[in-house]
């Protein structure tokens, strides 16, 4: 027996007892007479004390020898201190070493194993296993677990089956490239891996399972992006005779729940705005509704007048600033600058000073008189002490520029709180999207998608205008969920294809599976993903889902630990058919 009791549990009530504790060595504090061994394990720390006094001679330089991260086991008794602690539960007491053993040595690791560490990302991703034994990371891990049990258990009280989908499969798109497999018994031909399970699940419902979730892995070939996984998870659902309404309600519960068991919080209905809505509100379609700050569009109000970079504008639209009046010239030139970065892109910004005593002060004071200045403040709902910022130019870009600004303005005034869960759903996306790369329309969330039956006739006559039954669940400023109506026969899902430029062939060769599916009795279906990842990183109020992944991998798509992707031998690309091009 390697224990009796975790290095979590031992207290006053146990004083006397005969334990054996297991685990690794955070720390020893030796003081010539007498040693102190902190014993951690995932339970936490229990100290084990030995002296010159009490402690057998053999044993006592036998401890002297162990150093940090060692594996040891001990026994003894457990006894009261003498100085608690009182930051950790098992401060009260501490063991009197009788027998101790080496269970491993271990190496100094490399950075130190403490909620605060020296180590630096790279290195602990290299080391991610000495990583998973600070406190941090182990309870991110453990909260992970607590999210996706609270997932399973409400899904399977509803009713709903998890049931696993392949890996190795043919393309499922989702707008990113896949990650292909050689396969070896087939030359020349290949496996892709899910984007998602996508056509699985709607595969499913026609086979009549009718509510179906699954938490799976999902692979994606993108372009290296801030906080993207090449893999990451999805709580995948799909349900049979629904309508959109359904889905909202049933996973609006689903959501309450998670909010509800695993972060206290009550949230009422959730509300529901159109995307068109969204994108003029926030310029954004997963606004953050957690502060207001919403846009006003000034058009009306400030293209009357001999300011031609606004007269020239598509769009003249601003937001206000609650307090802002309070900045300082050269913050708003710094303010300035900061939508002028690349990144941002605006060629500059108007700003309007709300004064406490209710007159304006306006960097184009030249063009507008008090009377236009009010009804800006009237518009984007500045009050007395307010700044009102506001940009012009082309109506995508120039929301996408303030959108930015609203979210950076919020996060340094504080109002993004990590505690404060304001969720919302974004409903009636456009069924299409139209790159410019390739000069075609996308589907905007995958093909599979029902156009909303009443656009249905602008499909030839203006395809962007045309609306799908597509949701996307937001939670302070994060897409966490989206889903879709899916099409349910054969001859809506053609004209899709076509719509979306494939040639009645490749629609046959790719999907003709599904086609053929939606000819044997295919029930309306509809469902969602949620990215657990992300949802798991915002309900535990951080920032970043590798914190949550216990073997990610780093921004170049690498795992630096195991060292992966590599180079295969020549020996594995002759049996797998295939011979490498490379430039250099
Ligand atoms: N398959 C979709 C996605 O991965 C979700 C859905 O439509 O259910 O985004």
Redo the contacts with the bound molecule.
Sequence with gaps: MYRSHTNGELRLANVGNEVTLSGWVQKVRDKGFMLWIDLRDRYGITQLILDEERTDKTLFDQAKNIGREFVIQATGTVIERQSKNNNIPTGEIEVLVTKLTILNAAKTPPFTIEDDTDGGEELRMQYRYLDIRRNPVKENLIFRHKVAQEVRNYLSNEDFIEVETPYLIKSTP?GARDFVVPSRMNEGQFYALP????TF?QLLMVGGMDKYFQIVK?FRDEDLRADRQPEFT?I???MAFVEQEDILNAFEGLTRHLLQKINNVDVAEFPRITYEEAMRTYGNDKPDIRFGMKFGELNAVAQHKEFNVFNQAELVVGIAVPGGNSYTRKDIDKLIDWVKRPQVGALGMVYARCNEDGSFKSSVDKFYDQEDLAKWAEVTGAKPGDLVCVLSGDTTKVRAQLSALRMELAERLGLRKPDEFAPLWVVDFPLLEWDEETERFHAM??P??SPKPEDMPLLDTNPAKVRANAYDLVLNGNEIG???IRIHDKATQALMFDHLGFTPEEAKAQFGFLMNAFEYGAPPHG???FGLDRLVAILGGQETIRDFIAFPKNNAGRDVMIDAPASIDEAQLTELSLKLNLKS
């Excluded at 984007?195 to 996508?198: A, M």
């Design positions: 989702e984007q998602s399970p996508q699940k999902c999805q995948d659902c799909e969330h995958h599979f998608t989206g889903g879709s469902g969602i993903a």
